[in-house]
């Protein structure tokens, strides 16, 4: 990111207990499509690690079969500006609010399902496989809600691609997720250089030229 978080309050007359923090790569606007302005509702968030990439698929648990409501897809460079953002946002949150409420914690003796569970019990629309890409957001709240805006930050003109909604007590376990998965993505980036690093051969050592006399007078 090539700035820093950038706090708005209160922006346009708005809400008052809104405030808004961008991560950007340029102070060009962004333009909001129809099509995402309403934006969807999620109720959990699952984070998933590529390559080269971050998946973040907003769940809706609101009626059976549960469903993806939204898939984001951010470049792993992305990342830790996200991650600051949102940690920053939080406190901005628990500074004029409070800390959110917690979420109802299972059972107890409650079996965590696998990911293949999870996915097994979802219904993912073929339209929304790919994803949504962003290499920026922008994040704003209110008393009960968080927004994020995914954006493509591309010349010439910066576009929401995706615009979620969560409550707020969903955020400090986004928040922990986020991290802990980036964390260990760092782990296995460290891993792998260590082990390719141990698997490549050492250079032959360097020879000493062989000793010629000198040419007699």
Partial sequence: MSTGPTNNPN??????????????????????PEKVGRGVFSTGVLVMQGQSEFVLDFVLRMSHPHHVAAR???PISVMP???GALRDNLAKYQQSFGNPPPLPTPPPGTPMPSVEEIYDGLKLPDDMLSGSYANA??????PSDFAFDFITNFYPRSSVSCRVYLSAPQIPGLL???TRSFQQYQQKVAAAGQQQQAQ???PPPMQRPPDYPSPGM
């Fill in 11 to 32: 922006p346009q007359g708005g809400d008052p207990g809104a405030y808004t923090q961008e991560v950007k790569h340029s102070q060009v606007s962004a333009r909001v």
């Fill in 72 to 74: 984001v897809v951010l």
């Fill in 81 to 83: 500006s996200f991650i």
């Fill in 137 to 142: 957001v922008m994040i704003a709240h209110s």
């Fill in 176 to 178: 922990n997720n986020l």
């Fill in 200 to 202: 490549t051969p050492p």
